[in-house]
Nanobody, 119 residues
Framework: QVQLVESGGGSVQAGGSLNLSCIAS????????LDWFRQAPGKERERVAS????????YYADSVKGRFTISRDNAKKTLYLQMNDLRPEDTAMYYC????????????WGQGTQVTVSS
């Protein structure tokens, strides 16, 4: 079983940047895909980005493409989300999730880190 803990959220002005981290403990090397999600109050959860174990295959939602970059350091058991050119609509709770077989079936979720972007 894997446990996930996010950090790096905060409050920034529009146009600013944040780098989220998600540190894993437990059976990290069996996780083939790691994803970032976000959920704003009153809105559905949105899958923001995904990365496979080797880092060569990545997915981005259209809403963040060109602004966010997902990466993972398997040696450090850490997932990252570099967020640039932040917009007020990026305001949400951000979660990382572990998907052992890249089937969008998630075995573990972090507790979330809040990102707030002011205009």
């Amino acid at each position: 079983q894997v446990q996930l803990v996010e950090s790096g959220g905060g409050s920034v002005q529009a146009g600013g940047s944040l780098n989220l981290s998600c540190i894993a403990s437990g059976d990290f090397y069996s996780i083939y895909c790691l994803d970032w999600f976000r959920q704003a109050p009153g809105k559905e959860r949105e899958r923001v980005a995904s990365i496979r174990f080797g880092g060569g295959t990545k997915y981005y939602a259209d809403s963040v493409k060109g602004r966010f970059t997902i990466s993972r350091d398997n040696a450090k058991k850490t997932l990252y989300l570099q967020m640039n050119d932040l917009r007020p609509e990026d305001t949400a709770m951000y979660y990382c999730a572990a998907d052992y077989e890249c089937r969008q079936t998630y075995a573990a979720w972090g507790q979330g880190t809040q990102v707030t972007v002011s205009s």
